[in-house]
């Protein structure tokens, strides 16, 4: 069974199961359980998490697609483990835990996989098919090792490399990513209202968490801004383009992360400089910005975390003698 990846009205999914009288939802979870159905268990899960779950029907198709994800991969898991669903014993959730760390999986992509399994329970339970919690009291070692130092920025001279390669689509997302340090997904979203190149602004408005925030543009970046614009823009040269069109306010041609990351990647790639995604660049704007201004409040806002602790062990770091001016006196 092939899994289906989730491009409808989350609403609509989530009422095949809503609508549903208890004991029929009851059955339909407990036949799904019992014959390890991926597709059905799938779609138990995600209603659960459209219904019950923190964003609601306003969970993002990415994490949807990530929940999707891991609940396919503990069926299989469990299905090649014959463990029983339903009455899983004791030792099974950290058996999956313990299987995972063994293959060299990061504790962090692990815990990713844990949350999608603990989901699929959740789910379970609400159908009223089983009252198992197995992965309550599983652990998942912590990695004690800044996620900036195991996955570090873009240098300077990789970007700088890159940036000679691209094209003008794959320079200004590069722009936007490493100066702007909007996530990928801010970046595709954006609409030409979005930007301000006068006032060396962008309005992203719907960031992680649906929040909105105002982020300052480099001087690189609005004299590109004001390029891309007279190219792409409306009423510009070149208003059509592929399947998107400037006319329709996006900015960007891309309409999906997977279709930018494959021209992104040519760009890398003549350049001889390895993707490592689009995350380092904003741990490029992070790191960058943290060494001029000394403020990792500052650099939080600019990033859009909610919290400073993500910036300082994640996105931005000092360098190792940045104190050497202020002891120099000592």
Sequence with gaps: MTL????????????????????ELRRRA????????????????????????????????????????????????????AINLLRPNRHDAQGYINAMLAQGRKPAGVQ???????????ALRWAGATEADPFRDARVPKDRTPGIIKRPPYSEDELADVLEKADIHAKFLLFLTAHAGLRISEALALEWEDLDE???????????????????????????????????GPGGPDHTDGKRTTTATHVFRY??????RYHIQKAFTVASVKFRGFHPGRKYAGTRLLQQVKDFGRVAAHLGHESVDTTRKGYAQLAADDLKDDLSGW
């Design 4 to 23: 289906a990846v989730y491009h409808g009205d989350l609403l609509a999914q989530t009422r095949e199961w809503t609508n549903l009288h208890d004991d």
């Design 30 to 81: 407990v036949k799904a359980a019992g014959d390890k159905d991926i597709p059905a268990l799938v779609s138990l899960t995600t209603a659960y998490l459209a219904h019950h779950g923190g964003s609601g029907v306003l969970t993002s198709p990415r994490t949807v697609e990530a929940y999707a994800l891991g609940t396919r991969q503990f069926i299989e898991y469990a299905t090649t483990q």
């Design 112 to 122: 990713l996989k844990v949350a999608a399994a603990g989901c699929l329970y959740r």
């Design 198 to 232: 006068a006032a060396k602004r962008i309005h992203v408005r719907s960031g992680k968490g649906r929040k909105a925030r105002i982020v300052a543009m480099s001087t690189s970046l609005a004299r590109a801004t004001r390029h891309y614009r007279g190219l792409f």
């Design 255 to 260: 309409a999906s992360v997977m279709t930018a």
